[in-house]
Each structure stands twice: as C-alpha cells, then as structure tokens.
C-alpha cells in the first residue's frame, strides 16, 4: 500500500515536497515512480528512481527542477519540487514497479499506485 502526502497550494516559483510511504518489507525490490494528472489530460509521467536509489530519470517538462529520493530503511519515496509553473498544477501518483526495463515512463509498468495528492501552483 502506497500513501501519498504533500500536497498542497503554492505561488508561481515556489517549492513543495511530496512524500509517499510504502507499507510492507519489500519496498527496496521496486522501482518507484511519480505520475501526475491534470483535468482533462492524460497521466503523465514525472519521475522515476531504481531500486538502490543511484539511478533517476524525469520527464521532460519537469526536468531540472524536480528531484526524486528515496529512503529504503524509511519505506519512502520523495519528490521535491522547485520552480513550480502553474502547469505544475495536477494530482500527483506515487507508484511501484517490480519490472527490470528501462522502461520507467510506461505507466504500464506499475504495479501500485497511492491515493493521489494534488498541487496547484497559482500564477
């Protein structure tokens, strides 16, 4: 089971932090990523991170200004977010993947997801 947590209202260039914590003992054999959908869009992908935490990729609107950690001895994935753009604005998915591939993008590719927690970046 995934909890996210985090969310919240923020100005334009602003930061915020998002948490998610992951009940059970194998949290460090999955892959976990974030996901975030906007009204009316698609699920897009944010950000990924590999099992031992050395390896992050990010999409390509987000790139540079967010940054995916995670804790293995806490069960917790984090994403911080900086520079935020009205854009930013949607429901943030944290979400657990047992696959090998590189495919970190594939929403497909999860195998759990948390509760959502929504942003909204004002102008």
């Known amino acids: 089971q995934l909890q996210a947590s985090g969310g919240g209202l923020v100005q334009a260039g602003g930061s915020l932090g998002l948490s998610c914590a992951a009940s059970g003992r194998s949290f460090s054999f999955y892959v976990m990523g974030w996901f975030r959908q906007a009204p009316g869009k698609e699920c897009e992908f944010v950000a990924a991170?590999?099992?031992?935490?050395?390896?992050?990729h990010y999409g390509d609107s987000v790139s540079g200004r967010l940054t995916i950690t995670r804790d293995n001895a806490k069960n917790t994935v984090y994403l911080q977010m900086s520079s935020l753009k009205p854009e930013d604005t949607a429901v943030y998915y944290c979400?657990?993947?047992?696959?090998?591939?590189?495919?970190?993008?594939?929403?497909?590719?999860?195998?759990?997801w948390g509760q959502g927690t929504q942003v909204t970046v004002s102008s």
């Open positions: 979400a657990a993947g047992s696959f090998y591939s590189s495919t970190y993008y594939d929403i497909r590719r999860y195998d759990y």
């Open positions: 991170i590999n099992r031992w935490g050395d390896s992050t």
